[in-house]
């Protein structure tokens, strides 16, 4: 079955750039039909979708971050990456990544990873 799993730093400075990577096995990030999302979820509150790569590459953006937010991948290693620049301690959040067969990921349905904690501090 398909897997992922994210990574990156746990704890990120105010001002600098919060960077996650998706590992996907079991499954093909240029497969047809799906959609590689980055989901959050701050303390206390509900998720928050941030955007979505397809399987040809296209990109797709929440307005509310859009300037602040970029999705990428590495075909050769099956992963795809989140990139959050000027960071504030209100990005504190535990982030996700998720494949869906729309271009939001609908809770409750598709493969999610576990989530990892991100802490934006000095």
């Known amino acids: 079955q398909v897997q992922l799993q994210e990574s990156g730093p746990g704890l990120v400075k105010p001002s600098q750039t919060l960077s996650l990577t998706c590992t996907v096995s079991?499954?093909?990030?240029?497969?047809?039909?799906?959609?590689w999302s980055w989901i959050r979820q701050p303390p206390g509150k509900g998720l928050e979708w941030m955007g979505a790569i397809d399987s040809r590459g296209g990109t797709y953006y929440n307005p509310s971050l859009k300037s602040r937010t970029s999705i990428s991948r590495d075909t050769s290693k099956n992963k795809f990456t989140l990139q959050l620049s000027s960071v504030t301690p209100e990005d504190t959040a535990v982030y996700y990544c998720a494949r869906g067969q729309t271009v939001r990921v609908v809770k409750g349905q598709g493969y999610w990873g576990q989530g990892t904690q991100v802490t934006v501090s000095s």
């Open positions: 079991g499954g093909s990030i240029t497969a047809t039909y799906y959609y």
